[in-house]
Nanobody, 126 residues
Framework: QVQLVESGGGLVQAGGSLRLSCAAS????????MAWFRQAPGKEREFVAA????????YYADSVKGRFTLSRGSAKNTVYLQMNSLKPEDTALYYC???????????????????WGQGTQVTVSS
């Protein structure tokens, strides 16, 4: 079984920054494409950003493009989401997701992912 452990959420003022981390552990495959999704109260879970297994390809939702950066860490199957210029509308529960295998495209849909974390809360005050 694979576990995804997220960290880095918190409360920040509008215009501030946070960095979320996600690490896969357990019976992990050799390669994963990974992503972040978020869900605000009363809304559907939505795509935020994704990165291919090699880190070569990244994808972002239009709402976060230019403000968020997703990268892979030096540790195997670890990713970081750097969130800058945060807005109150970024407030949500942020979920890490992973898809086993060497995938580089088709990474923006919820149904694509095999594993999900428990979520970390991000709250941006105005």
């Amino acid at each position: 079984q694979v576990q995804l452990v997220e960290s880095g959420g918190g409360l920040v003022q509008a215009g501030g920054s946070l960095r979320l981390s996600c690490a896969a552990s357990g019976r992990t495959a050799s390669s994963y494409a990974m992503a972040w999704f978020r869900q605000a109260p009363g809304k559907e879970r939505e795509f935020v950003a994704a990165i291919s297994w090699s880190g070569t390809n990244t994808y972002y939702a239009d709402s976060v493009k230019g403000r968020f950066t997703l990268s892979r860490g030096s540790a195997k199957n670890t990713v970081y989401l750097q969130m800058n210029s945060l807005k109150p509308e970024d407030t949500a529960l942020y979920y890490c997701a992973a898809k086993a295998g060497r995938f580089t495209t088709g990474l923006t849909g919820r149904s694509v992912y095999d594993y999900w974390g428990q979520g970390t809360q991000v709250t941006v005050s105005s």
